[in-house]
């Protein structure tokens, strides 16, 4: 056997790649078990994306992992800037498909089972944000098998805006006396969310009571939960909820600092 036609195999079988004559192509069959993509993204710019493609020879349970590497500010200084990494994945079988959004972190893992997935990563930091722009390396893996037992299901933290224009990733003010609206993303996955709240007034940290805040989960017609969200942890999304609302019953000067994660099925 010829030495060039050799490596070619051995690069087949072990990448699951060809030879075309003149580029490398990635199969389309399934006839390997390991994928993989990488490319390097840019803080407030959408336009580049990191995209997998993947067909399996089975339809059994695979996994997709994701790492974030190379981070540094686009300006050759030291500081740190903001950057968020958001990965839509879909899942296929038969020309149907189920559709997961997840915040990429290092350590993200996700299960679906399927004959195919797809999967696209672009940055989401808001074009709002005045930190410095950061530039940074996102790769993807799926292989088969599930993901190890964690507490923590995977995330979103969906971006919001407040009455000023400012968009921020999971954080908003809400003002004394008055409540905010965050919408769960549709066909997303969200089976749960994780609602955090601090406070301040005059620069002296508030203890919230339970009359002080309280976490709504409703639709335009019914509400179907209230609770104080900082006696709970991950509290379940019942079916027909389109929407979290965030009341702060104090007076007009102390504001309430809500974070809000939802968690991802997966």
């Not at 349970?61 to 974030?68: A, D, G, K, L, R």
């Not at 409540?179 to 965050?182: A, I, K, N």
């Given at each position: 056997m010829k030495l060039v036609p050799f490596v070619f195999l051995i690069?087949?079988?072990?990448?699951?790649?060809?030879?075309?004559?003149?580029?490398y192509v990635m199969?389309?069959?399934?006839?390997?078990?390991?994928?993989?993509?990488?490319?390097e993204l840019i803080s407030k710019d959408t336009n580049p994306a990191v995209q997998l493609q993947a067909n399996f020879q089975d339809p059994t349970?695979?996994?997709?992992?994701?790492?974030?590497t190379n981070l540094k500010a686009t300006d050759g200084s030291a500081d740190i800037g903001s950057y968020n990494p958001t990965a839509v994945i879909e899942w296929s079988v038969e020309g149907n498909s189920v559709r997961r959004v997840v915040s990429v972190i290092n350590g993200t893992s996700v299960t679906g089972v399927g004959q195919g997935c797809r999967i696209t990563v672009r940055d989401q930091t808001p074009t709002t944000d005045t930190t410095k722009e950061m530039e940074y390396t996102v790769a993807i893996l799926v292989a088969p098998g599930v993901r190890p037992a964690n507490q923590l299901q995977p995330i979103l933290t969906p971006l919001i805006a407040d009455s000023f224009g400012v968009t921020r990733p999971g954080a908003i003010f809400v003002?004394?006396?008055t409540?905010?609206?965050?919408q769960i993303p549709e066909n997303a996955g969200v089976t749960s969310v994780y609602i955090t709240a601090a406070s301040l007034n005059a620069g002296i940290p508030v203890a919230l009571t339970d009359a002080d805040i309280q976490a709504s989960h409703t639709n335009t017609a019914y509400v179907y939960k209230e609770y104080n969200p900082n006696k709970y942890t991950w509290v379940p999304i019942g079916p027909g909820t389109s929407t979290v609302r965030l009341t702060n019953f104090m007076g007009p000067l102390t504001q309430v600092l809500f974070n809000v994660t939802f968690g991802i099925d997966g």
């Open positions: 690069l087949t079988l072990f990448t699951g790649c060809y030879y075309s004559g003149e580029e199969s389309e069959t399934g006839a390997y078990t390991g994928w993989s993509a990488s490319r349970p695979y996994t997709v992992q994701f790492s974030i003002d004394g006396g409540g905010v609206d965050v």
